[in-house]
Nanobody, 123 residues
Framework: QVQLVESGGGTVQTGGSLRLSCAAS????????MAWFRQAPGKGREFVAANTWASGHTAYADSVKGRFTISRDNAKNTVYLLMNSLKSEDTAVYYC????????????????WGQGTQVTVSS
């Protein structure tokens, strides 16, 4: 399995920003996406954003559209999630994952996961 290393989590005030990073140990073969999910206490894993590696296509959950931006650095094989205008509802553990190139919103179609990084938005 490809190993993913996440960083960038922390605590930020409402309205603030954070940038998460996820570096892959290698480049997966074929049609795949690098995606971000989050999980709040007592809730299931929620799709946040994805980047389809071959085409650069990006997708976002409605709850984060206009606030979050996913980007990538091909040379570093790294994906980023810039989170602006953070709300208390964004508080969760954020995970990056390598997922199916089409069905990337379904965590069951992801087969490599990062360790998770905590994002806490305080009032």
């Amino acid at each position: 399995q490809v190993q993913l290393v996440e960083s960038g989590g922390g605590t930020v005030q409402t309205g603030g920003s954070l940038r998460l990073s996820c570096a892959a140990s290698g480049r997966p073969f074929g049609n795949y996406a690098m995606a971000w999910f989050r999980q709040a206490p007592g809730k299931g894993r929620e799709f946040v954003a994805a980047n389809t590696w071959a085409s650069g296509h990006t997708a976002y959950a409605d709850s984060v559209k206009g606030r979050f931006t996913i980007s990538r650095d091909n040379a570093k094989n790294t994906v980023y999630l810039l989170m602006n205008s953070l709300k208390s509802e964004d508080t969760a553990v954020y995970y990056c994952a390598i997922c199916h190139g089409v069905y990337y919103t379904n965590p069951e179609r992801c087969n490599s996961w990062g360790q998770g990084t905590q994002v806490t938005v305080s009032s």
